[in-house]
């Protein structure tokens, strides 16, 4: 239930902040603050919050550098804010291991919409529920403990590039497309937002090197490579 989950909100704009804290509160969920990168580490040494809303933008450092930091020692959901509509700056959020972005200005009922669904994805009660473990050739990927294996090595994914990698091992031998994959592992499906899947299967095959299994389907989507044949980059 949204009452049991708490959102740190780092957010330098006060309205911006304010404005934030108010519908989330309002979808019945507890609100942090904090208005810088330092203030927001403070926050994150104390009780970790459910789910961080990051601003890319922040008076004494970057967005990008604390969401690194985060990622080093948290799996901690992120949802990443920036003011600049660039592909660059969602991409590097994404690529430090950032669920989801938004830019800004925003529809406040689509971020309510997207941290549920964040939230969703990362419930242990939804893990728990699905297979224990999948493999394919030296890959290995255990849902229980949210760990990745090539051979005896542990291949450390962000939390939405093992969610897909999950999705497409769990489907493997059809083909899903972006779209689905928007759907079935973000939970929602917004024009323009295929290019996230895209980031994300890179960087899933830039961790995994040649114990990927994602192949591109030109022109459709991805699916996972039988064991039988090298998975194309594309």
């Not at 810088?36 to 990051?54: F, Q």
């Not at 083909?175 to 689905?180: A, E, G, K, N, P």
């Amino acid at each position: 239930m949204t009452q049991q989950h708490s959102i740190l909100v780092v957010e330098d704009e006060t309205s911006i902040a304010s404005f934030v804290a108010a519908y989330l509160r309002n979808a019945g969920y507890t609100v942090r603050t904090a208005s810088s990168a330092k203030s927001a580490i403070v926050e994150l040494t104390g009780e970790l919050p459910s789910l961080v809303i990051l601003d890319l933008n922040l008076p004494d450092g970057d967005g990008v550098e604390l969401c690194r930091r985060i990622r080093k020692s948290s799996d901690v959901p992120i949802l990443m804010l920036t003011a600049r509509d660039e592909d660059v700056d969602k991409i590097i959020g994404l690529e430090v291991g950032a669920d989801d972005y938004m830019t800004k200005p925003f529809n406040p009922r689509e971020l309510v919409a997207r941290v549920k669904s964040v939230l969703r994805r990362a419930a242990p009660e939804r893990r728990r529920s699905e297979t224990q473990e999948l493999r394919h050739g030296s890959l290995v990927i255990n849902s229980g403990k949210r760990e990745v294996l090539v051979g005896d090595d542990e291949i450390r994914l962000a939390p939405k590039e093992f969610d897909l990698l999950w999705e497409l091992l769990d489907h493997r031998g059809i083909v899903l497309t972006r779209d689905q994959l928007l759907e079935r592992v973000w939970g929602y499906t917004f024009a323009g937002d295929t290019r996230t899947v895209d980031v994300h299967v890179r960087q899933i095959r830039r961790k995994l090197g040649d114990a990927s299994p994602i192949v591109t389907v030109w022109g459709v989507g991805y699916k996972v490579a039988s064991e039988r044949t090298p998975a194309a980059a594309g």
